[in-house]
């Protein structure tokens, strides 16, 4: 799927596509959003503007070299962003291709960054005057959302850390799943933001825009270090709920078997009684009692409360 999109007055706007004149539109557009496009559109697109464009394993290559680089194209950035899918995050790659006259962009997945960026832009809210200037508000958007996520971890993390440590009836084992979901967001967010602050310092490096720019991405940097301390509190904040939720399940393990151990010693008395008396021997100078049988009984129920009054006396209890 393509969209595209041009800069008018300032403002970024969407051009609806018209298949009868496409390629003149995409010569026209500032910014071609490519979502998940198809074998005819990635050729459209190699034809008019790259001679080959990047595919998925290119754009997860891990290498600073292979992911951020420039040559006869352009400009090429292969940054991870943030996408959700089934209550869970996920990274999704993105392929920016930054040339002179506009703004190409291929993604495998659709991105809250965008959807976002799209909905201001039917709104009017995007100005820009360049397409170095829209990618520079792009991962100015993509910082704000992950400071945002980080936020909300940081809300959930308190409302595990009070379950845990002041819910006395709190289910342990939901928050040990709770807390490992909350790990794992962390650190995908925290990939994704060393992979922004190498994709900013390439940009700095490369980039020949006019100061305001280059301190729009001065100040980006400075907050993606701000949050990559935060995340890092984060996952302190994990590790020790994580550790104290383990500390409560052992400590009511160990109350279980604590009680389960005390029966046994109060219960063995008596059970050595009866089955001291239980035994089918021809000649025992008891079974001619009268008082035998209540005798038995009583000697039981004693030799159960003793060792249960001793354990309570030393505070076992």
């Known amino acids: 799927m393509l ?8 403002l ?3 051009i609806p596509l018209d298949e009868s004149r496409l390629e003149s539109q995409l010569l026209a557009a500032d910014w071609i959003d490519a979502l998940e496009p198809d074998e005819q559109e990635r050729a459209l697109l190699a034809k008019l503007f790259s001679d080959e464009l990047p595919d998925v394993d290119d754009v997860e290559e891990i290498e600073a070299s292979a992911r951020c680089f420039t040559d006869q194209d352009g400009l090429h950035l292969h940054t991870l962003f943030l996408g959700m899918a089934e209550g869970r995050h996920h990274t999704v790659s993105v392929a920016f291709v930054l040339q002179p006259e506009r703004l190409i962009a291929i993604r495998d997945g659709e991105l809250s960054d965008f959807r976002l960026l799209r909905m201001r832009a039917r709104r009017g809210q995007v100005s820009c005057e360049t397409p170095t200037e829209l990618l520079v508000t792009l991962f100015e958007q993509k910082v704000e959302n992950h400071a945002d996520n980080i ?12 379950a845990v440590l002041e819910d006395e009836a709190a289910d342990l084992e939901a928050a040990i799943s ?17 992979d922004t602050q190498r994709d900013i310092s390439f940009m700095l490096r490369h980039l020949r ?7 729009t991405l001065y100040e980006i940097g400075r907050d993606l270090e701000t949050l990559m301390t935060h995340t890092s509190f ?15 399940i052992n400590i009511r393990q160990a109350q279980i078997i604590k009680t389960f151990s005390i029966a046994a010693v109060v219960f063995l008395p008596p059970t050595l009684i009866a089955s001291i008396y ?26 159960g409360m003793a060792p249960y009054f001793y354990f309570k006396r030393k505070g076992w209890l």
């Open 12 to 14: 970024i706007q969407e």
């Open 178 to 194: 709770q807390l490992a979901r909350l790990e794992d967001s962390n650190g995908k967010i925290r990939l994704c933001l060393m």
């Open 234 to 248: 984060l996952f302190d904040k994990i590790n020790f709920l994580m550790d104290s939720t383990q500390g409560f």
């Open 151 to 162: 936020e909300d971890i940081h809300h959930q993390l308190e409302r595990v850390s009070h």
């Open 3 to 10: 969209r595209l999109y041009q800069i008018e007055h300032g």
């Open 278 to 303: 239980g035994m089918n021997f021809e000649f025992m100078p008891e079974l001619d009692w009268q008082y035998g049988y209540p005798l038995a009984i009583g000697l039981m129920v004693a030799a």
């Open 209 to 215: 825009e006019p100061s305001q720019q280059r301190d």
